[in-house]
């Protein structure tokens, strides 16, 4: 019996284990992980670790009562007692029958394995010294770029491998697997004043052939932290902010809990009754795809088993769907659309937002965020940032020590204009965005 067979029926066999021992609906995923970290300093390895997982997960339904067990001893006799004791806990709690599984025909692969292409046919052939070989190689680039005021640098390289079968008592039965890599750097220079200003750069990716060479890596690292030299405040006052396309994702993740069917259902959404509304300007298009090839967020079925399929969020500012998960759609009386964010896609624009800030008097570049909170139900939102201080497109101050601050259903109106470069090494693929008066606040 190979493994792929092994996992499927010890998914299997608990499955009818637990309808054996009374429960009306199970579903089972055996789900199994490794990983490897190397942290290289001062040339030397810093930290290694290896780990590796093996689990199976369970939910079951018991007279309309619903729970969630897991455990990592998969020993014939040790998952019989945990069956029974699953089961017979679950009776103990009170009804909750919207936790049924979906309906079979929503359910199955939205894409195959071979178009999402998760797993590196590489990855197998990856040894340990070649692991080393590439962090090591990541701490000389950084090395090569060393100056007076260097002092130190941190490398990292860390990649993982993980397979997931699940196995459900209403017919669902199926597989998936994939890798991943992880490659960065973080330096720390000497400033005026006793200061430590940072900057670093990382990248994952599905494929190993997709990342960066590492003195890109380093020259970006290089880069940021040169730009955090000096910071401080500017005046407080409304600018055009450049939302940088590698940290987009803070600003468009405000939107992601008021989206969700919990929220909405607890009355914690400010986007509840928005749908078919303008939420944004006819710039914003947010496109949720779990189909892009070596994608990061892509995924052939959602968190229910719902075949993964493209989605439309918002389309040219006007609101098109919610997160409904199958249980938060019962208790709403809709029907479900998705529990699972997946890649969040921002079409890009023609033209660069080097060539769009040259039109501006000044503007500031958020370039990174530091601490902040944002309010499902009201829609405030309040970042610390670190950026740049623009004019006409050149950089007359780094800043920091500063915030943003607005409100989801005000922010979005203000999108201006939408860069030429899309960021493709995260699960927010968006380009740079511009937004217009923005409120910050300073000195």
Known sequence: MNAKNTRLD???????????????????????????NLTRRDGKVEQASEATSRRLSLSLMVDDKFSSHSTSDLRPEA??????????????????????????????RGTSEEALDHLDPTYADWTPDDRARLAESMEMAMDARRADDFISSTSYYSDGRSHYTQVTSNGFSDESEGAWYSLGSTLTLRDEGGRRPEGSSFYAVRHRA??????AIADQAVERSRQAVGSGPTESGRYPMFLENRVAGRILGILSGPLSGSAIHYGRSCL??????????SLLTLV??????????????????????????????VLQQHYLDVYYARKLGRDPTTGSRTNWVVPPGERSWQALAKERDKSILVTGFLGGNANPLTGDFSFGIRGLLLENG?????????????NLLDIFHKLAAVGDDPWTWSATRSPTLLFDDVAFSGT
Not at 21 to 33: D, H, I, P, R
Not at 92 to 106: F, T
Not at 290 to 313: F, H, M, N, V, Y
Request: no cysteine; charged share 25%; glycine share 8%.
């Open 394 to 406: 050149e950089v007359v101050q780094s800043l920091s020590e500063m915030n943003v601050a607005g």
């Open 79 to 108: 998952v019989q007692t945990f069956l029974a004791r699953a089961v017979a806990a679950t009776g103990l709690l009170e009804p909750d029958p919207e936790r049924r599984l979906p309906d079979p025909a929503l359910m199955g």
């Open 210 to 215: 997709d990342l960066p060479t590492v003195d």
């Open 10 to 36: 010890l998914a299997a066999d608990v499955v009818a284990q637990a309808k054996a021992l009374g429960a009306q609906e199970v579903s089972a995923a055996v789900v199994e992980s490794s990983s490897i």
């Open 272 to 281: 509840a009754d928005k749908l078919g509304q303008s939420i944004g300007s």
């Open 288 to 317: 949720d795809d779990p189909t892009i090839p070596r994608g990061l967020g892509s995924t052939p079925w959602d968190e229910d088993l719902l075949k993964a399929q493209r989605r439309t969020i918002v389309d040219a500012g």
